[in-house]
């Protein structure tokens, strides 16, 4: 049902109108996901593509919040025929316009597969000047997020250094290959205490899901570790406003420029991945 709704999705969209629609996701909570999708949406912004980020963490949404932006308007207004999509988009930084999902709003949470495709037939039909739109999925892997995913254009997995995060980023990877082999895939660093780290992890990282998965998954960028980033996540202003000439900000420069393939980034290969086979606990041949 999963694969055949996202599907019908693709379809629709490829035979409509030529626009992006990039899922951000995670194996685990915590990696910097949704900060580096509302970052990643400013700086495109800036290198002049339209962006409406849809915060779909359903019922559990937060990217308002990061935005420095209160509203009471979200997508159950939609749902109950309250509210258009053009009356509940949002504008935020730099003319991004945003679609919050709701925090504890059980309308979002209970969403039926049905309702949830119907849901993201609208979005991607908006009548809206939009080249780019950012879907902020929520962490790990159940039914709702896995639609989201696979009705995208393409998935930015997210992961850090910490174990955890490597093994939980790997079977997201899994789950979605087991449900669509060729939905393209990128994978993000973040949060590496150097580039040594972060060229480590991504690069292992790719090793691993190509020789096990049999998966080709685009090294799109790292993300070095910015003590910054916590305080600006508290004063609810991202990063690429309050700082825009951080190294943070510049490394996420980078990953847009290489994702709308303005500018592509050499990235180091030749990382032995061994600690990743042990890791995710499966044997190299």
Same mark, same amino acid.
């Given at each position: 049902? %999963?694969?055949?709704?996202?599907?019908?999705?693709?379809?629709?969209? $490829?035979?409509?109108?030529?626009?992006?629609?990039?899922?951000?996701?995670?194996?685990? $909570? $915590?990696?910097?996901?949704?900060?580096?999708?509302?970052?990643?949406?400013?700086?495109? +912004?800036?290198?002049?593509?339209?962006?409406? %980020?849809?915060?779909?963490?359903?019922?559990?949404?937060?990217?308002? *919040?990061?935005?420095?932006?209160?509203?009471?308007?979200?997508?159950?207004?939609?749902?109950?025929?309250?509210?258009?999509?053009?009356?509940?988009?949002?504008?935020?930084?730099?003319?991004?316009?945003?679609? +919050?999902? $709701?925090?504890?709003v059980g309308d979002l949470i209970n969403m039926d597969e049905y309702q949830l495709s119907e849901l993201l037939a609208k979005i991607v039909h908006i009548d809206a000047p939009i080249d780019v739109i950012i879907m902020d999925a929520g962490a790990g892997v159940n039914n709702t997020i896995m639609q989201v995913?696979?009705?995208?254009?393409?998935?930015?997995?997210?992961?850090?250094?910490?174990?955890? +995060?490597?093994?939980?980023?790997?079977?997201?990877?899994?789950?979605?290959?087991?449900?669509?082999?060729?939905?393209?895939?990128?994978?993000?660093?973040?949060?590496?205490?150097?580039?040594?780290?972060?060229?480590?992890?991504?690069?292992?990282? *790719?090793? *691993?899901?190509?020789?096990?998965?049999?998966?080709?998954?685009?090294?799109?960028?790292? %993300? +070095?570790?910015?003590?910054?980033?916590?305080?600006?996540?508290?004063?609810?202003?991202?990063?690429?406003?309050?700082?825009?000439?951080?190294?943070?900000?510049?490394?996420?420069?980078? %990953?847009?420029?290489?994702?709308?393939?303005?500018?592509?980034?050499?990235?180091?290969?030749?990382?032995?991945?061994?600690?990743?086979?042990?890791?995710?606990?499966?044997?190299?041949?």
């Amino acid at each position: 049902m %999963i694969i055949d709704q996202a599907q019908n999705l693709r379809d629709l969209m $490829g035979r409509t109108r030529n626009i992006r629609v990039i899922s951000i996701a995670s194996g685990k $909570g $915590g990696v910097g996901k949704s900060s580096l999708a509302v970052n990643l949406a400013i700086t495109m +912004s800036r290198l002049g593509v339209r962006v409406l %980020i849809l915060d779909a963490d359903f019922g559990l949404a937060n990217v308002d *919040v990061m935005l420095g932006i209160t509203t009471r308007l979200d997508l159950s207004y939609f749902l109950k025929g309250e509210k258009t999509l053009h009356e509940i988009i949002q504008l935020g930084h730099e003319g991004v316009r945003f679609i +919050s999902g $709701g925090s504890g709003v059980g309308d979002l949470i209970n969403m039926d597969e049905y309702q949830l495709s119907e849901l993201l037939a609208k979005i991607v039909h908006i009548d809206a000047p939009i080249d780019v739109i950012i879907m902020d999925a929520g962490a790990g892997v159940n039914n709702t997020i896995m639609q989201v995913l696979l009705a995208s254009s393409e998935t930015i997995v997210v992961t850090t250094a910490e174990p955890t +995060s490597v093994l939980d980023a790997y079977a997201l990877v899994k789950t979605i290959v087991k449900h669509n082999a060729t939905h393209p895939l990128h994978v993000v660093a973040n949060k590496c205490e150097n580039m040594r780290e972060a060229q480590s992890v991504q690069t292992g990282f *790719v090793d *691993v899901c190509g020789r096990h998965l049999g998966k080709n998954i685009n090294p799109l960028g790292l %993300i +070095s570790y910015n003590h910054h980033i916590t305080a600006t996540i508290k004063r609810q202003i991202p990063i690429t406003v309050s700082d825009p000439q951080s190294v943070t900000s510049r490394e996420v420069d980078t %990953i847009a420029r290489a994702i709308l393939d303005i500018e592509t980034p050499s990235v180091s290969t030749g990382i032995l991945s061994k600690v990743f086979s042990r890791m995710l606990g499966v044997a190299r041949t």
